[in-house]
């Protein structure tokens, strides 16, 4: 539906690679918290059954996701870690507008911006994973090429959501805008063993 317009540089693939437990952890942690705003925006839009609906869904998926990778995670002997604040997604916050309309327009379209990013990150990590080493490297590689198409749907549905309560015109010109930012964002923020 649209592109991102800044593209990850290929050094941050390297980085979660030598750092992969780091990154594990931060990953397992952004599952869960991608879960947690599925049903926030749930409850809070508990008059639009279509946003009801699709969230619960998407709740469910990331926390089936988090559990995927809190196993990767045991495999590893490595544990939850409390959260931290995530910089990108606090900046990203910023831009969500005042007013009913624009509120809601906003939150579902950051939504689909930050499963966007996440989409090439975890495309990029999947490509990066060799294949035709052991069967566990071979499954974490499956894994990641799996949960980057499925950060790509939940892009979409974001879009088709906004898209049943705003012209398309208003819109994909919130988008451009978004896009723009989060652009700038992501080219000033440091790489490292992290999703964002």
């Keep these: 539906m649209f592109k991102l317009r800044y593209q990850t540089p290929p050094d941050w693939s390297k980085i979660v690679l030598n750092d992969f437990n780091t990154f594990l952890i931060d990953h397992a942690g952004a599952e869960k918290k991608a879960s947690g705003m599925a049903m926030s925006m749930a409850l809070h839009y508990a008059d639009k059954p279509d946003i009801v609906s699709a969230m619960i869904d998407l709740s469910i998926e990331e926390l089936e996701h988090f559990r995927e990778v809190v196993k990767l995670m045991s495999a590893r002997q490595l544990q939850l870690q409390k959260d931290e604040k995530d910089p990108y997604v606090n900046q990203l916050r910023k831009q969500i507008r005042n007013g009913r309309d624009d509120y809601f327009l906003d939150r579902l379209l950051l939504g689909g911006v930050i499963e966007a990013r996440g989409a090439e990150r975890f495309g990029l990590v ?35 959501l906004a898209e049943n309560y705003f012209p398309a015109h208003v819109v994909s010109d919130r988008v451009a805008q978004l896009l723009d930012f989060e652009a700038q964002l992501s080219s000033k923020l440091p790489l490292r063993a992290a999703l964002h």
């Design 126 to 160: 999947a490509s990066a994973l060799p294949l035709g080493g052991s069967p566990e490297e071979d499954a974490l590689k499956k894994f990641y090429v799996a949960i980057s198409r499925s950060e790509e749907r939940h892009q979409n549905l974001f879009f088709e």
